[in-house]
């Protein structure tokens, strides 16, 4: 069984720019979340979808972050402009159904803004 | 801000020693997870805790999960250069995980 695909694993901006990235959960996962691991901490939630409703974007920066999951399958997470601190590896992890918690892990995505 | 609290921060020990890491929270979870993750690597589950009291052995691993389910740790014995990793511990309410900030092991051969 595939893993979770992240794309691009690297990517350096400057401030200001935008970038887009993207998630491809294990095959028929209906649950997807994105996280932001910032060097020296654990991961932490920006959205939860499930399916291809937001479920929890309570943590999400919306005034420059944006991510969508429309035909409930891949996703894209946007930030925009990106600021210093948003430097970080972005992390996207699936979930199947049912009772499981159990959440499958893409490689991440490095950010590094300039 | 980081709901639940790991330490020590860093961990370097000889092959074959033992360590534990601690993982505690003033809040309560329905359960909690250990991932390991290496460098350029996400996280990988290693295991979850339910139950108040619980232990569970994994090979040379043994994760126990506190009586008020509020704090967990993770034993290993005669550790091995091939467990050097980030130990990270979640905890899980409503499928949603809150993780500590980690404890970065090194086995030194």
């Known amino acids: 069984e595939a893993g979770v695909a992240q794309s691009p694993r690297y990517k350096i901006i400057e401030k200001r720019q935008s970038v887009a990235f993207w998630c491809n959960p294990i095959?028929?996962?209906?649950?997807l979340y994105w996280y932001q691991q910032i060097l020296g901490q654990g991961p932490k939630l920006l959205i939860q979808?499930?399916?291809?409703?937001?479920?929890?974007d309570s943590q999400l920066p919306k005034d420059r972050f944006s991510a969508e999951r429309l035909k409930g399958v891949d996703s894209t997470l946007k930030i925009q402009p990106a600021k210093l601190e948003d430097s970080a590896v972005y992390l996207c992890?699936?979930?199947?159904?049912?009772?499981?918690?159990?959440?499958?892990f893409g490689p991440g995505t490095r950010l590094t803004v300039l | 801000t980081q709901l639940l609290e790991q330490s020590p921060q860093f961990l370097s020990i000889q092959e074959g020693e033992n360590l534990t890491v601690y993982c505690n929270s003033s809040?309560?979870?329905?359960?909690l997870q250990w991932y390991r993750q290496e460098p350029g690597e996400g996280p990988v589950l290693l295991v979850t805790?339910?139950?108040?009291?619980e232990v569970k052995k994994l090979k040379r691993l043994t994760f126990q999960f506190g009586d008020a389910r509020k704090d967990s740790s993770l034993h290993i014995t005669a550790a091995q250069p091939g467990d050097t990793g980030l130990y990270l511990c979640?905890?899980?309410?409503?499928?949603?995980?809150?993780f500590g900030a980690g404890t970065t092991v090194t086995v030194r051969a």
């Open positions: 992890a699936s979930r199947g159904g049912g009772s499981t918690d159990t959440q499958y």
């Open positions: 095959s028929g996962h209906a649950t």
């Open positions: 979808f499930q399916n291809n409703g937001v479920v929890d």
């Open positions: 809040s309560v979870f329905s359960s």
């Open positions: 805790v339910v139950t108040g009291g």
């Open positions: 979640a905890g899980v309410v409503d499928y949603k995980l809150s």
